[in-house]
């Protein structure tokens, strides 16, 4: 699947003089007014899979209580042009009424709007239920960036297991209303490397604890040490069973996100700064894949220009090196469509500042690299269509 994505991020910020503000990146980036340009530019691009969420915080207005005027035009002219979408049903932000990430209530919910969406719109597959529930738990558990603005582990680890939870419950419900979904979790991949043989605990702990979301989302036996800090930080041994007991990974593909922000440097005083591209994509998705043993996507990356065309070049080779090697890789997917307002800052910053990653600008012309994917889907989707699979068999040991 060659696709692309609607950036539609929607936390709440805290500005500078105390005030909170909903930054929501669709608005921002001109889709409400926009949005059948949108979808044409995905046509015209030769794209035929969109990774695409509603606004959660206007669509669930309360319990049973929905707006669904914007998503049936949305997605009936989707039908329309023929673009396959993978529904992102929570991005980085919930309803005023439901609060943040700390709310214990979220997860059912959550679950209920899920089921509602995936009635109203029997047809569609494919399915984001919570968009990278690590990054989501960190930047708003954390880091105290987002949503309920927290800066400590225990908070963090709350984020993470009510994000998980409503990721699974929601797998569930979707299920019961359309058994043939497929969920593609879009979770960033990371990676720590140690500066000095000193910063190697704290690297190791760091390089287990990136996993935590997936692992609890797909059921996977943790580490003794990631057990004891989960414990240490609010989780229930109940709540921790919980996970083990509900497992859904026979519906599932392992959306692998990775940008150059990936990658980072443990120093010796705790902290960590960004490393660059040193492992890469390649070798950061075979460490979760030989974990999970899915289906992969790579579900999101970009670079700004100028150096947008080489980045698009080496994760395709990087995709291409992962399938010729064996493993089952599904998608890749440039994100997003337009350039996105604010992310040079996390969108911390309410600055208006434009960052050219997208396929096209603001204004809808085409960039450099959109002219470049464009290319690439050309030249492989027929390639790739009628490709052949060869196993290469190591000899048998004979005794």
Request: glycine content about 6%; charged content about 25%.
């Amino acid at each position: 699947m060659f696709a692309t994505g609607i950036e539609n991020s929607y936390p709440m910020i805290t500005l500078s003089d105390g005030s909170r503000k909903r930054v929501d990146e669709m608005e921002k980036c001109g889709h409400y007014k926009r949005w059948k340009d949108d979808f044409d530019l995905v046509v015209e691009t030769g794209i035929d899979v969109l990774r695409y969420g509603p606004a959660f915080y206007k669509v669930y207005e309360g319990t049973g209580k929905y707006d669904w005027s914007f998503v049936d035009e949305v997605f009936a002219y989707m039908q329309v042009k023929e673009i396959t979408p993978i529904v992102d049903l929570c991005h980085f932000g919930l309803p005023d009424w439901l609060g943040d990430f700390q709310n214990p209530d979220f997860p059912n919910y959550f679950a209920e709007y899920a089921k509602a969406f995936a009635k109203r719109f029997n047809y569609i597959r494919f399915y984001t239920p919570v968009n990278e529930i690590f990054i989501a738990a960190a930047f708003s558990g954390q880091y105290g960036w987002w949503n309920e603005a927290k800066a400590d582990d225990r908070s963090f680890v709350t984020a993470l297991k009510n994000l998980c939870k409503a990721n699974v419950l929601a797998m569930q419900a979707i299920l019961e209303v359309q058994p043939d979904a497929i969920f593609i979790q879009s979770e960033s991949s990371e990676y720590f490397h140690p500066e000095t043989p000193e910063c190697d605990p704290l690297s190791s702990f760091l390089n287990q604890k990136r996993f935590l979301s997936l692992d609890l989302s797909y059921g996977y036996p943790i580490s003794v040490v990631m057990y004891e800090y989960l414990l240490a930080n609010g989780m229930t041994k109940k709540e921790y069973r919980w996970f083990e007991n509900n497992i859904i990974k026979g519906s599932c593909v392992m959306g692998n996100d990775y940008y150059i922000t990936n990658e980072h440097m443990v120093h010796e005083d705790g902290t960590t700064s960004a490393a660059g591209e040193i492992f890469g994509y390649y070798v950061i998705t075979q460490q979760y894949y030989n974990r999970y043993r899915l289906p992969v996507m790579h579900t999101e990356t970009n670079i700004a220009e100028p150096n947008a065309i080489r980045w698009l070049q080496t994760q395709w080779a990087n995709v291409r090196r992962l399938k010729r090697d064996g493993i089952p890789i599904y998608g890749f997917t440039w994100y997003s469509l337009t350039d996105q307002v604010d992310w040079d800052s996390a969108l911390r910053n309410d600055a208006g500042n434009i960052n050219a990653l997208g396929l096209y600008d603001l204004d809808r012309h085409i960039r450099p690299v959109g002219e470049a994917y464009k290319n690439l889907i050309k030249q492989w989707k027929s390639a790739l269509e009628n490709e052949s699979y060869v196993l290469y068999l190591k000899p048998p040991y004979y005794k």
